[in-house]
Each structure stands twice: as C-alpha cells, then as structure tokens.
C-alpha cells in the first residue's frame, strides 16, 4: 500500500514554473524572454502562451529552461505548462515592460508612506500594473527560485508597491497604455556587499576590509544581544507600568542587532536569496537606489557599484540591460566626507559603466528626513531618464553638467554644458552652494554669477582660489539648475581628504 502510494504521488507530479512566471505575470516586451522551472529528471516541458509553444528537458537537478519569442506590448491570456504528468496554468499573463526595482529603504518604502496616499489609493484601479515583491532573506548559498508571488494594482493592494516604482510606472502607463511591471527586489538598511555574488565581491580591493568588519559585527553579536533581550524586557516592564498608571510613555523600543543568523548585511546574501533568482528574468532595465547604509565607507562604494554592475548584468537576460542609479538626495547638513564623496562614486560610475545612467535628485529633500516622503517627485525624475535615455524620447533629463572649473585671478570661471537655458538662483554666499578654497584647503562661501554661460565663482576671504566645489555638502543648498527645474549635480575640482 505504501509504494502504491508513493508512486502514485509520482505520477500525479507536475512541472513547477518559476514563481515569477504565476498568475498575473508581465513578461517584457520586444525580446526573447526566458522561462525557466522544475520538473522531474529528463521530463520534457512544453510552454505555451499566445500561440508561441517551446519545450526543454529537465536537466539531472529538475531544472529546465526554455525561451519564447519577443512578443509585442499588450498580448495577453494564459501561461501553460505541460508534461506528460500535468498542466500548470498561470491565468492572466500580460506582455509589456518590467522593471527591477532594487536596493535599501527608499526603493523599498511603500506607497502607503508616500504624500497624498489615500489619494493616490483612492484612484488606484490599474489593472495592468502588476508588481512582484521578492521577500526578504538572505542565505549562505545561491537559491534557485524567489519566494514572491505577482499582484495587480488596485485600492486595496497598491499600499504594499514600491512608491517610485509605482509613480514611474502609472505616468508610463498613462502615456502609452503599455502594462507595467515592477520586481521590487529591495531590502532596508542594507550595504551594497549583501547585493552581490561572493565571487564578485571577493574580486573587489575592499573584500579584506568588509569581511574584517563582518566578521567583527558576528563576533560580537551574541554579547550585543543578550544586552537586548535585557533592555527589551525592561522596556516592556516600564511601557507595561506606565499603561498601568496612565502615565505617558516616550521611550524608544531597543533595536535589535545585526549579526545573526539570516542577517542581511551578510556578505552575498540578498544576492543569494533575492537578486540572484530573479535577475534572469527579462526587463526593460535596472532601478538602483542605494548607498545610505555605506555611507561611513565612501571611498569603497565607486569600485563596489561598478562591480555590482557588472554581476547583475552578467546574470540579466539582456546583458546590455540599462542601469539607472538614483543619487542621494540631502541628508544631514555639514558633512563634506561621507554622503558628498559617496553621491561622486554614483556619478563616476554612471560615467564609467555603458548605459548607466544618473537621476540626481540633490534638490529633492531639506535634509531632515533619511526617507523623504516625496517619493512622486523622486518618481518624475526616474521617469524622465527612462523616456530620455532607454525609450530615446526628446525631453530634458538632466540639469546643467559642471565639466571644469580654473582659476582666473581671485576667480574661479566655471565651464558648463546644457541641453536648456541655464538659471542660476539669487543667492547670498551659503554654505552648500558655491564654495572656494585657497591653499589652506579651508572652504569658504563663494558668490556666483553667471555671464555668457559661464559662471564667475569669488569670496572677499579667497585671493587665490585653487580649488571650488558646488553642493558638496551632506545637505547643500543647490542654486544651479536648467529652466526645467533640473538641478546640476554635486561637483567638486579637488581630491583633498581633508
């Protein structure tokens, strides 16, 4: 009885599709799109959707892989997996494009963290936005498939999309009717190392130095967490007392350490359990917002974004897939160290790296709050790159580019590029804006005008500028943009540490 019954629970087996390939699923326009599952060793699977039909056999692991033709926006219907054991269907499958969306809390923050959420949910009925949310997990080892499951926009769900993902998309959608979707692949408080492969984390010149300083947090965390669990039963006892008595309570709840098991600022870990299942599937391009939680190590981060670059489009289905990095916007306000040098390795590497692209978003926060609320105008400034650079669309994207800056006399002449008519904002001299320094290094607040295109950069306190910066603080006071309302981004001529 027992091995009838085992091999009937064999026989009644079916091919397992990808979770990213269930009910509601967008599959990108205009490419060959990989399809990929389980099944039984040496099973032949046919997948069929809108008349396109392709089979594999599932390899010695149960893995198969299959592609289907590029498909024009707005095909539709079912996705049918067959074997000789069974028929999986995902039910209402659309053709359009897809985005991955990843990184730390501000790619992560929900819709219903935004402004005007509850009207933005009141008026949230778009079916034909979809977003995959990858849970969150990290792991030692590489996982095959992501846990996650599609879900479709509407009043009661689109609280749980990314914001920026959600507001790029519904102006996408509004503009062409093309379905949109979003895999949101993101994770809060969390390093650009836990993103990628160890075999290209281990490549970088900073490996020694994150593994040091994670092997450091693992050591430590068992003291630091019994200090918690001890500081999180007196919190409980003195919030239960004061519900007891009616006395206010303001104390902060303990936070829980980093460091153990199924932390996910191990190295490799997200990308083991949330990148690396998910980077296969086809998009239209890459969404990056991170670096917050490497801000206390900028000078590590320009060779680590490049290398995740390249990692993640060495397992993309379009290897020259787009990769749009969001800049961080003002946080904090007078360090010069640590978010200004960190916002130049985001620049450089959209310099450096082919069809990389920068959103700066310097002028988009007063610097009070880590996660700006503001997540449309973040949304406005994605959207623009994306239909400028990736859908070749003749619209503004930029502000204006800082390209030199040279001494004249007690002056610094500044030498701009600009697709519009430059604004430079009236001004008194300000920390954050325009700033000079002589010999001493010792910046100052500089006056800015600006004659034919060029700008005249001075202070009464400098008579021989030898170098200049421009909205090179934590949180600065840009006064540089296009008559769009672009901003330029943060600039500096010197390399000083000091």
């Known amino acids: 009885m027992l091995a009838l019954l085992a091999t009937t629970a064999v026989s009644q087996a079916k091919p397992e ?10 599959l990108q326009r205009g490419c060959p799109v990989p399809v990929w599952g389980e099944a039984e060793p040496g099973e032949v699977v046919r997948v069929t959707f809108d008349g396109n039909s392709t089979e594999a056999t599932a ?13 024009e926006a707005g095909e539709s219907g079912d996705l049918v997996f067959t074997s000789d054991r069974g028929t999986v269907t995902s039910r209402d499958v659309l053709v359009g494009d897809v985005w991955l969306c990843g990184g730390q809390s501000n790619m992560e923050r929900p819709v219903r963290l935004a402004d005007d959420f509850e009207h933005v949910k009141a008026t949230a009925t778009h079916p034909q936005i979809r977003q995959f949310k990858v849970m969150p997990r990290a792991t030692h080892k590489p996982r095959d498939e992501p846990k996650g ?16 993902g959600y507001f790029f998309a519904r102006e996408l959608y509004d503009e062409s009717h093309v379905p949109q979707g979003l895999i949101n692949c993101t994770k ?50 003195a919030k239960a007392q004061a519900e007891k008595t009616g006395a206010p309570f303001k104390e902060a709840m303990p936070r829980k350490p980093t460091g153990g098991p199924g932390s996910s600022n191990m190295p490799s ?27 206390r190590f900028p000078d590590e981060y320009n060779s680590l974004l490049r290398g995740l670059i390249r990692d993640w489009r060495e397992q993309a289905a379009n290897k020259d897939v787009p990769f749009v990095i ?42 009070t709050d880590v996660h700006p609320t503001n997540k449309q105008a973040f949304a406005d400034r994605v959207l623009r790159v994306i239909r400028a650079e990736i859908f070749e669309e003749d619209i503004p994207a930029y502000g204006p580019r800082i390209l030199s800056a040279r001494q004249d006399g007690e002056t610094m002449l500044v030498q701009l590029e600009s697709d519009e008519n430059i604004v430079l904002m009236d001004s008194p001299d300000t920390w954050g804006a325009f700033e000079i320094a002589g010999k001493d290094h010792v910046f100052h607040p500089a006056q800015a005008r600006l004659v034919d295109g060029k700008i005249h950069v001075s202070s009464s306190v400098v008579s021989e500028p030898l170098a200049l910066r421009y909205a090179w603080r934590a949180g600065p006071h840009p006064i540089l ?8 981004a943060p600039f500096r001529t010197d390399s000083w540490t000091d």
């Open 17 to 26: 599709p990808s979770p990213l390939f269930g009910d509601h699923a967008v």
């Open 59 to 71: 390899d010695e692991q149960g893995r198969w892989r299959v592609e289907l033709p590029a498909m």
């Open 149 to 164: 499951m599609w879900m479709v926009c509407s009043p009661t769900t689109v609280e749980k999309f990314t914001a920026i």
């Open 188 to 237: 809060g408080g969390t390093r650009i190392g836990s993103w990628m492969s160890q075999e290209a984390l281990s490549m970088d010149d900073s490996f020694d130095a994150i593994m040091q300083r994670w092997n450091e947090t693992v050591a430590a965390y068992p003291q630091k967490m019994e200090n918690y669990t001890r500081k999180m039963e007196a919190w409980k006892q």
């Open 269 to 295: 870990g997200l990308y083991n359990a949330m990148a690396q299942p998910v980077l296969g599937y086809a998009v239209c391009a890459i969404i990056w917002y991170q670096g917050e939680a490497n801000a």
């Open 326 to 367: 969001v800049q961080l916007p003002p946080f904090g306000k007078d360090d010069t160290r640590w978010w200004p040098v960190l916002r130049e390795a985001q620049a450089k590497a959209a310099q450096q790296m082919p069809d990389t692209f920068l959103v700066v978003t310097i002028d988009l926060s007063d610097g």
């Open 481 to 488: 943009f296009s008559e769009s309302g672009l901003p330029a």
